[in-house]
T-cell receptor, first 111, second 114 residues
């Protein structure tokens, strides 16, 4: 049973560019959440998708947007990249009362 | 919003000793408290969680205690082993089921010395 898978594993972008990160949830899960983890810190909630709609959003600017597809997979898009966007981006999936299951993340470096 | 503070930031113990990590939260409406273990290059992995209607939960060498009045919860690892070395995060959230938005602590780097 595959867990949460994320792609790519690493990514290097230039300031001002746009990036798309992808996530496939654990089998049977229908809810996808995205978190940003800066180096040496705990993950911070970006937003959550359920039934293809954004259900909750953390304190992140509109440059961060997402999408959920009918097969429950999800994308995170970040526009106009800043150096401060460099971080590990984690996707987590869940269903009903289950705990969050995290993927191994995408390491984004903005130069 | 919720704020979670975690202590200590680093912890070194001898193999076989116990380790304790403590967290406090600010939102009295929080009702779910998971603990995650993160190894280098990997995502956080759930090791134990507790809901607000329970004061203590144990799973083999790992236990979590919750004091709702004081708004703090702790992770206890007994008989530590070198493979327990990792960063541990506490988290808190409110709301039902998969609607939960987790607020994480800043993490504890646990090193178990052989």
């Amino acid at each position: 049973d595959a867990g949460v898978t994320q792609s790519p594993t690493h990514l290097i972008k230039t300031r001002g560019q746009q990036v798309t990160l992808r996530c496939s949830p654990k089998s049977g899960h229908d809810t996808v959440s995205w978190y940003q983890q800066a180096l040496g810190q705990g993950p911070q909630f970006i937003f959550q998708y359920y039934e293809e709609e954004e259900r909750q959003r953390g304190n992140f600017p509109d440059r961060f947007s997402g999408h959920q597809f009918p097969n429950y997979s999800s994308e995170l898009n970040v526009n106009a990249l800043l150096l401060g966007d460099s971080a590990l981006y984690l996707c987590a999936s869940s269903v009903l009362n289950s705990p969050l299951h995290f993927g191994n993340g995408t390491r984004l470096t903005v130069t | 919003g919720e704020n979670v503070e975690q202590h200590p930031s680093t912890l070194s113990v001898q193999e076989g000793d116990s380790a304790v990590i403590k967290c406090t939260y600010s939102d009295s409406a929080s009702n779910y408290f998971p603990w995650y273990k993160q190894e280098l290059g990997k995502g956080p992995q759930l090791i134990i969680d507790i809901r607000s209607n329970v004061g203590e939960k144990k799973d083999q060498r790992i236990a979590v205690t919750l004091n709702k009045t004081a708004k703090h919860f702790s992770l206890h690892i007994t008989e530590t082993q070198p493979e327990d070395s990792a960063v541990y995060f506490c988290a808190a959230s409110r709301g039902p089921g998969s609607a939960r938005q987790l607020t994480f602590g800043s993490g504890t780097q646990l090193t178990v010395l052989p």
